[in-house]
């Protein structure tokens, strides 16, 4: 099975950018239809992004749509999540998140049986 493992979270103030990677091992990458979701405190954990196996189809919740940009590197089993005009409201743990099933809009967490441990992102004021 697949095992994913984040980076790329830190603190960093409002306006900045960041780039989260979600490194993939024991399997091939391009296997996987991927996800990346987040969870802020007291809150339930929330879908951002997903990509199809190969890439050409993503998906993404409208609070992050024309900031976030979801990618992935199949040769270098990696997913990436480009972080745009990042706001307080983006503070939050994100996870990456993989399925062997067929990529399809408006996914949950539910969706996805391959977790990583998460990667913390704080937004200052």
């Known amino acids: 099975q697949v095992q994913l493992v984040e980076s790329g979270g830190k603190l960093v103030q409002t306006g900045a950018s960041l780039v989260l990677s979600c490194a993939a091992s024991g399997r091939p990458l391009s296997g996987y239809t991927m996800g990346w979701f987040r969870q802020a405190p007291g809150k339930e954990r929330e879908f951002v992004s997903s990509?199809?196996?190969?890439?050409?189809?993503?998906d993404y919740t409208d609070a992050i749509k024309g900031r976030f940009t979801i990618s992935r590197d199949n040769a270098e089993n990696t997913v990436y999540l480009q972080m745009n005009s990042l706001s307080p409201e983006d503070t939050a743990v994100y996870y990456c998140?993989?399925?062997?099933?067929?990529?399809?809009?408006?996914?949950?967490?539910?969706?996805?049986?391959?977790w990583g441990q998460g990667t913390q992102v704080t937004v200052s004021s």
């Open positions: 998140a993989a399925t062997t099933r067929p990529w399809t809009r408006g996914t949950t967490a539910s969706f996805y049986g391959y």
């Open positions: 990509i199809s196996m190969s890439g050409v189809l993503k």
